[in-house]
């Protein structure tokens, strides 16, 4: 009897219109849409490994060198279950394939960057985790079905299945099959846009992204402003801003997304904090350098955006991403981790380091 085992690793995505809210918290079905950037860099990345054997006892998974639990009906042992049910459809209809899916599976899984720290940590992780498994299955499924799971697992991770510009739709059914992920345009398409990351800090949030936006849903009233009137318009305008290349409404959406998340944060009760002094002085640094830049004439140079912590994604063109590093060293010497320009995050390019 032999082993089978696969490795994959999958990178984070940091949304442009973010998804905050839940309409069905078991099966993770989102209050509205939302559109993601997916990074590709060696430093933000999850790496899994998933093996089966006849011999494992029950299924187990390492994180990051800790064994971490699998709790029944919980999270990762829906992802499992939904993927061994997904290769015995498999087998059923390849009745020479090997019979695997009845084996106990050990997943070993490892970030290169600090986890819940606001990083998206749980984008990657569970699109790897997902992503593993298909590989070491053998699953003919595409990213988009796989999403489907990958989004039981963290609503953003459904997203981390694609490079390029993504958009997670919402969909309508209770069942939740047609919210799944797909791709707006590859990372090629507008392969001059970059993203630098400010690690204002790498310590654990306060309120997990879980716990808040469910607390958001059951508070706040300007959520569902913004869920009826305000995200469908921007998933339209972001969607035609990335296909005509246009910089100023990309920016222009990301930024004004970001606040109104925070926004509906401060509307829970009791109000979340996520960004602290540091953040705020990173959006006036990134306002102040837009504001010179139209005013001579030019067009938006940079868009900021937070997600659940206070470390900033700046979004510029390759162009001007000197200036900014530059002005990020000088203005905030002490982030907790600054880039080298070299080093720089880039666009993750579809389907390029998956399935090593
Ligand atoms: C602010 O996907 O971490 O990053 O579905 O409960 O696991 P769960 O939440 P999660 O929330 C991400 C929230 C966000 C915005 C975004 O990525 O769209």
Not at 118 to 128: I, K, P, V
Not at 227 to 239: A, D, G, H, N, S
Not at 259 to 268: C, E, G
């Amino acid at each position: 009897m032999s082993t089978y085992q696969a490795t994959v690793s999958a990178p984070v995505n940091i949304a442009c219109i973010k998804y905050w809210g839940k309409r069905d918290t078991k099966l993770i079905l989102p209050t509205n849409s939302s559109l993601s950037v997916t990074l590709d860099q060696d430093h933000l990345r999850s790496t899994t490994s998933a093996r089966c054997d006849p011999g494992f006892e029950k299924d187990a998974l390492w994180l990051n060198g800790k064994e971490d639990e699998i709790k029944p009906g919980g999270r990762l042992a829906t992802c499992i279950t939904e993927m061994k049910k997904l290769r015995k459809e498999y087998e059923d209809q390849n009745p020479n394939e090997p019979k695997i899916s009845g084996y106990s599976v050990r997943i070993a899984s490892e970030n290169n960057f600090p986890t819940a720290a606001g990083l998206a940590s749980s984008a990657s992780g569970f699109a790897a985790l997902v992503y593993a498994l298909a590989t070491l299955y053998k699953l003919p499924s595409s990213p988009s079905q796989l999403s489907l799971i990958a989004r039981q697992g963290s609503g953003s991770a459904c997203r981390s299945l694609f490079g390029g510009f993504v958009a997670w739709e919402m969909g309508t059914s209770v069942t939740g099959t047609d919210s799944f992920a797909v791709q707006v345009a590859p990372a090629e398409h507008w392969s001059d846009m970059h993203a630098l990351i400010c690690v204002v800090s790498d310590a654990k949030k306060g309120t997990s992204s879980t716990s808040g936006m469910q607390r958001t849903v059951e508070t706040s009233e300007l959520l569902q402003w913004r869920i009826k009137e305000v995200v469908p318009k921007r998933m339209k305008e972001m969607q035609k801003a990335i296909l005509d290349k246009d910089f100023d409404t990309f920016a222009t959406i990301t930024m004004r997304d970001s606040n109104q998340f925070h926004a509906v944060a401060l509307d829970t009760d009791p109000p979340i904090f996520y960004m602290n002094d540091t953040s705020r002085a990173i959006v006036a640094m990134v306002t102040e350098l837009n504001r010179v830049s139209v005013e001579n004439g030019g067009g938006l140079k940079a868009a900021y955006t937070y997600d659940a912590g206070p470390n900033a994604v700046i979004y510029a063109r390759e162009k001007d991403m000197k200036e900014i590093v530059n002005m990020v060293c000088h203005y905030f010497p002490l982030l907790a981790s600054t880039q080298p320009y070299e080093d720089r995050f880039k666009l993750f390019s579809a389907g390029e380091k998956v399935g090593e």
